[in-house]
């Protein structure tokens, strides 16, 4: 039987009153290293998660509350995302690659350079109505050997990139120190990407295939990871002391407290209300009274 804490909803602004779920949250897994990269299937009614230094990924079922392990080793994988054609699309420290598993159990490796050179260890992924795909490639993976291969950088920058469904790549931001999570606002005409080092997240203007803006939307003096957006248009962001939700007038409005430091999120179930959260050592899962946005 799962463990059970008190769910604890800070209201910061009126806007937030109301928003809640049930009453305590469950911790149906602990003794990870530092997890990470949570995704839900639907039609499976499973999620998959990292535990990057133990080079694992976990598989949580929905149905019988059982965790179990679903890859090992597995390349120091980080973040991931489920494709409209639900297959897993996975960042790979180890591998220093984006792969995809595809419906039999083989894995497509999508990308592992950029003009010749190896990534420094791809992060965080989604995905754009287009079938794109978009992701970010900060070089934690390359730093030791603690969740992948220390290694030398040999791109010489930490960018997000683009790859095309026609296979082609290209890098849509530059200017970030270390580009973490991602996600993309419901009508895909904006896109926000965490700069954990710089701890906030920045906005961007999409057009087609290019961003134009990159101002800071948020910021915390101890920094975000993954992000994703609730049906309502807030955006929920993992942080040191739980998630952080932000109206889109960039008002941090509450806060949903979490014992140990929360490095991603996922929505799933039926009805999209059931939250995951990957939080150093533990999983911890609650339902709630709102909604994730599809595939953000």
Same mark, same amino acid.
């Given at each position: ?12 602004? #009126?806007?937030?009153?109301?928003? +809640? ?10 003794? @990870? ?6 995704? =839900? ?5 499973? %999620?998959?998660? !990292? ?18 392990? &679903?890859?090992?080793?597995? /390349? ?24 995809? %598993? ?13 003009? +010749? ?6 992060? /965080? ?9 978009? $992701?970010? /490639? ?6 030791? /050997? ?17 790859? +095309? ?10 200017? &970030? ?6 996600? $993309? !606002? ?39 990871? @993954?992000?994703? &957006? #609730? ?36 929505? @799933? +179930? ?11 050592? !533990?999983? =911890?899962?609650?339902?709630?009274? &709102? ?6």
């Amino acid at each position: 039987m799962a463990d059970t804490i008190p769910a604890q909803f800070q209201v910061l602004d #009126d806007r937030f009153l109301g928003v +809640g779920g049930d009453s305590v949250v469950e911790r149906p897994f602990t003794g @990870g290293r530092w997890l990470e990269g949570p995704a =839900y299937h639907g039609a499976g009614r499973f %999620l998959l998660f !990292s535990d990057i230094p133990n080079d694992r990924v976990l598989r949580y079922d929905e149905v019988t509350g059982r965790t179990d392990v &679903f890859t090992a080793p597995a /390349d120091f994988p980080n973040g991931r995302t489920v494709d409209r054609q639900g297959r897993f699309l996975s960042c790979e420290h180890g591998a220093r690659r984006l792969t995809r %598993l595809e419906h039999d159990g083989t894995v497509t490796v999508l990308a592992d350079s950029y003009r +010749g050179q190896r990534f420094n260890s791809p992060n /965080d992924v989604v995905t754009a109505a287009d079938g794109s795909i978009w $992701f970010t /490639d900060p070089t934690y993976g390359i730093r030791s /050997d603690y969740e992948g291969h220390q290694a030398q950088e040999e791109i010489g920058g930490r960018y997000v990139y683009r790859l +095309g469904v026609d296979g082609t790549l290209e890098v849509v931001a530059d200017d &970030f120190t270390q580009p973490n999570g991602l996600a $993309f !606002s419901e009508d895909e005409t904006r896109l926000f990407v965490v700069d954990s080092q710089e701890r906030h997240i920045r906005v961007f203007d999409v057009a087609g295939e290019r961003l134009t803006g990159g101002a800071v939307f948020a910021a915390d003096p101890q920094g975000y990871d @993954g992000i994703r &957006f #609730d049906s309502s248009g807030r955006l929920w962001g993992a942080a040191h002391d739980g998630l952080h939700c932000y109206e889109p007038d960039q008002t941090l409005v509450g806060k949903l407290l979490i014992p140990e430091v929360v490095s991603n999120l996922a929505f @799933g +179930g039926r009805q999209l209300n059931h939250l995951f959260l990957t939080a150093t050592t !533990s999983l =911890y899962t609650l339902r709630v009274n &709102f909604s994730g946005a599809r595939y953000r």
